[in-house]
């Protein structure tokens, strides 16, 4: 899955191609011409969510629906386990002359664990697939990224025509463009 | 929100096919057909039933005046000899034949007038939470709620002819015992200040008009935007003032008149949750049935701007509410379980014993089926997916009602019959006639709906 991939990192990656935006609708105008034109945008950061965007770029599906799934399936496996290794098998205790093999009363044990584990599990995975836990370096590209500026990122390959790609983006309103090389940014 | 694309919105007019009204008279027809069958079978099972009452003083007290406190003598002395003490219900078990028909329009009655009235306070959080994705669809609970007078007037018939034999309270306040006599119930005389016959017909028919003359209100608000300008407010405004102060009444008085109509049929038993169980059961068919007017609608080629995202957000209502639904069913059950206090049991107890198939089925339709057919994105985004689910769900709750009911009148022996179907199919279709109709009577978009934009261009991400 690689969700500890280093390629995940910027700093190891090609040179970049950094646009920077005001504007978010001429941000999706360019975002639009340039993936028309074929050319592979590797991530565009905003401070809020622009709607339409993960269509333009060409985002895939977020997988942390199945990580939810998975995480909820463990939690259930797990407090079912515990609830019966604990009450019935171990230590069974008589609470108000109640039968302990009675499963709907193990239903609140067994809802709360796997909300917590599904809580847990999918805050966990988003932060770190985000690179937003502790000991995990991120770049960010712009400080103002979580402000009020959006930041387009596009990793250049070999055959790429730098230039044309610029130019798309300055002539749709890119207030500034920038290259990423090895962790140093250049202002072009 | 993305202005980059602009997606032009215009008014449209709802017409009333040719083949939706086929489709409600359909219903309607089947819904008779069924009801008529299920009527037909009632005259032999009440001959059989009578020959297999065991008690003579039971026979023939259909609660003529004379018979019935002699039958109410004669039940008390026979539980009085249980190893449990005297028995908490007091259970008429004879009931005349025709006690399953209003019963049945009681329960059509009460359902479909509780979809409507949800189908308003819909239409009221919309306002309140500033909602704008929903604006689309406005339409469609504006529809529906329109229904109110219609399904509260078989209900009031349905009190009025049946009351003594659907409620024992009812049947007892009838009998007029003095704390001498045998079989005077001490809880129903304490309850008697709620549980009274004109609290039954007086409390409902005050509340629905308060709700009724809400409803107009804002349904006039909402007319009064659509011919006002483009980009004022006011009715907006006036709209969510409204939609608050129906948010409060509806919310306190919901729970009471569960409790009166509903949950007095076991008279005996309380439980505190059970009016908001039963705002949920109908909360998430009223969502449902919504989500089939949206698909049925756009399938007709209207509202293009109405699109997957939108189905899919009522999918996720229908599933999120379908989770609600099955955390208060088993926590007014788990928490009588618990107390084991006997007579907050008897509810559990005789649906469990002599219903039991019905009582696993309950929770197979409005949890388990809704619960896996819908946990995948790509379920709630398919039209067709949500027409087998929603319709399994839809037939679940109104069987939820029924288990509500049913058991508590009649002991044992009653099955979800023909009667049963017919009377829901017959109410369906004339619903069904009735939303279409409403819907031909305003534009189908709120053109000057503040948020129209916002619900054009609702998009739930990749």
Same mark, same amino acid.
């Given at each position: 899955m690689g969700i500890l991939d280093k390629k995940l990192s910027l700093r190891d990656r090609n040179k970049m191609l950094i646009g920077v935006w005001e504007d978010e609708d001429q941000l999706m105008a360019g975002a639009s011409e340039i993936a028309h034109a074929g050319v592979h945008i590797h991530d565009i950061y905003t401070p809020y969510p622009v709607h339409g965007l993960d269509r333009i770029i060409g985002a895939r599906r977020s997988k942390l629906a199945r990580i939810a799934f998975f995480c909820a399936v463990t939690g259930l496996t797990l407090m079912t386990t515990m609830i019966w290794y604990m009450y019935v098998h171990d230590w069974p205790m008589n609470i108000g002359n109640k039968p302990v093999r009675f499963t709907p009363s193990w239903a609140p044990v067994m809802f709360e664990g796997t909300v917590l584990c599904t809580a847990f599990g999918m805050s966990f995975f988003f932060f770190w697939r985000n690179r937003l836990v502790h000991g995990i370096k991120n770049e960010i590209l712009d400080i103002r990224q979580t402000d009020d500026r959006m930041v387009m990122a596009i990793e250049t390959t070999d055959g790429m025509d730098e230039k044309a790609v610029l130019n798309m983006m300055k002539n749709h309103g890119a207030v500034e463009l920038r290259e990423f090389h090895n962790g140093v940014q250049t202002v072009l | 929100m993305g202005h980059g694309h602009h997606i032009e919105v215009k008014q449209e007019q709802f017409v009333f096919s040719p083949k939706a009204k086929r489709f409600s008279m359909i219903l309607m027809v089947l819904g008779l057909i069924f009801a008529g069958l299920g009527i037909a079978n009632l005259g032999g099972h009440e001959e059989s039933h009578a020959a297999k009452t #065991?008690? $003579? $003083? %039971? #026979? !023939? $007290? %259909? %609660? !003529?005046e004379g018979h019935a406190a002699a039958a109410a003598h004669e039940e008390h002395t026979n539980v009085e000899t249980e190893a449990f003490g005297p028995r908490m219900e007091f259970h008429p078990l004879d009931k005349p034949a025709n006690t399953r028909i209003w019963a049945n329009l009681m329960i059509a009655g009460y359902f479909f007038l509780m979809i409507s009235l949800v189908a308003l306070m819909w239409y009221a959080i919309q306002y309140i939470a500033n909602a704008g994705w929903s604006v689309g669809i406005k339409r469609i609970p504006e529809a529906i709620m329109t229904f109110i007078p219609v399904p509260f007037v078989v209900l009031l018939i349905a009190l009025f002819m049946g009351k003594n034999d659907i409620y024992h309270w009812a049947h007892y306040e009838h009998l007029g015992l003095k704390p001498s006599d045998a079989g005077y119930d001490p809880i129903l005389v304490g309850k008697s200040g709620f549980l009274n016959s004109t609290m039954l017909f007086v409390f409902p028919s005050v509340l629905v008009v308060i709700w009724y003359v809400l409803m107009r209100k804002l349904r006039s608000l909402s007319a009064a935007e659509d011919n006002a300008t483009k980009g004022d407010v006011t009715f907006f405004r006036k709209s969510i003032r409204f939609s608050a102060a129906f948010a409060v009444i509806f919310g306190f008085t919901i729970s009471v008149i569960a409790w009166l109509l509903i949950m007095s049929v076991d008279a005996h038993w309380y439980s505190t949750i059970f009016g908001f169980y039963n705002f949920v059961t109908h909360w998430v068919t009223m969502i449902t049935i919504m989500a089939f007017f949206v698909a049925y609608i756009k399938k007709e080629g209207y509202l293009g701007f109405v699109t997957n995202e939108h189905m899919h957000d009522l999918g996720k209502f229908m599933f999120a509410f379908t989770v609600f639904w099955a955390y208060l069913w088993l926590s007014q059950y788990l928490l009588i379980w618990y107390a084991q206090i006997p007579e907050e049991m008897a509810y559990y107890q005789i649906r469990f014993e002599n219903y039991k198939f019905n009582f696993l089925l309950n929770f197979a339709m409005c949890f388990c089926i809704p619960f896996l057919g819908l946990l995948m994105r790509s379920a709630k985004r398919n039209r067709y997916v949500l027409a087998i689910i929603g319709s399994i769900m839809i037939l679940g709750h109104y069987h939820d009602v029924w288990l509500m009911v049913f058991p508590g009148v009649f002991g044992s022996g009653m099955q979800f019959g023909f009667l049963e179907l017919g009377t829901f199919l017959l109410f369906a279709g004339v619903f069904t006639y009735w939303v279409f109709t409403a819907l031909t009577k305003r534009g189908l978009v709120a053109v000057n709906h503040p948020y129209l934009d916002e619900s054009a261009h609702h998009d739930v991400g990749v």
């Open positions: - | #065991e008690v $003579a $003083a %039971h #026979e !023939g $007290a %259909h %609660h !003529g």
